[in-house]
């Protein structure tokens, strides 16, 4: 069974940019979220969708947005990129049940560089 | 959520059991403990979770006391592979993936 996949792995942007990362979440899955990953906050939540639905929202500006798709796909968009924005972006999903319990499963992440 | 403390750093011999505390003081009746581990440049993997008894699972084993104030992370023989930052969350059941991570402990096994 694959496991969640994100892409791109790595990209570099400049300042003032937009970018966008997708999410492939595991077969079946149907909650999706993302977390922000840097040295200085460490792992913060993002948000979370289900059944195409935001159900969750972390404490972040505007400029981050996200959509799923009918097929549990995700996408997250940050615009008007900030140097602070360099960071690990990770997606995790669940069945409904793992969703109930906590029991998630990452991507490896897609690594943002904002020069 | 309740929020954890944990040690910063451990180091653990391999083979010797690597025994992880987490202090949760202020847990609520409905909220469960949960462990993840983040292999470095990897995303977390989810070990365990319980809301009171022990539980067991092949990768690790979860220790709460009777108070449920702290709880006990045992990886029974370490291995160079456990060397990650251990995550201890607490949080409701039914709360979505939506999970709130501290600043976790980082182990390091040691040949």
């Known amino acids: 069974k694959a496991g969640v996949t994100q892409t791109p792995r790595y990209l570099i942007k400049t300042r003032g940019q937009q970018v966008t990362l997708s999410c492939s979440p595991i077969s079946g899955h149907r909650s999706v979220s993302w977390y922000q990953q840097t040295p200085g906050q460490g792992l913060q939540f993002l948000f979370e969708y289900f059944s195409e639905t935001q159900r969750n929202k972390g404490n972040f500006p505007g400029r981050f947005s996200g959509r799923q798709f009918s097929n549990s796909r995700s996408e997250m968009n940050v615009s008007t990129l900030e140097l602070g924005d360099s960071a690990l972006y990770l997606c995790a999903s669940s069945s409904s049940r793992g969703a109930n319990t906590g029991e998630l499963f990452f991507g490896e992440g897609s690594r943002l560089t904002v020069l | 959520d309740a929020k954890t403390t944990q040690p910063p750093s451990m180091d653990c011999a391999e083979g010797r059991a690597a025994n992880l505390p987490c202090n949760h003081s202020t847990i609520s009746g409905n909220e469960y403990v949960y462990w993840y581990r983040q292999i470095h440049s990897q995303g977390p993997q989810y070990i365990i979770h319980?809301?009171?008894n022990n539980e067991t699972n092949e990768m690790a084993s979860l220790i709460i006391t009777e108070d449920r104030k702290s709880s006990t992370l045992i990886l029974p023989h370490a291995t160079l592979r456990d060397t990650a930052v251990y995550y201890c969350?607490?949080?409701?059941?039914?709360?979505?993936?939506?999970?709130?991570f501290g600043g976790g402990t980082r182990l390091m096994v040691k040949p």
């Open positions: 319980g809301l009171k």
């Open positions: 969350i607490v949080r409701v059941n039914n709360a979505g993936n939506m999970l709130t």
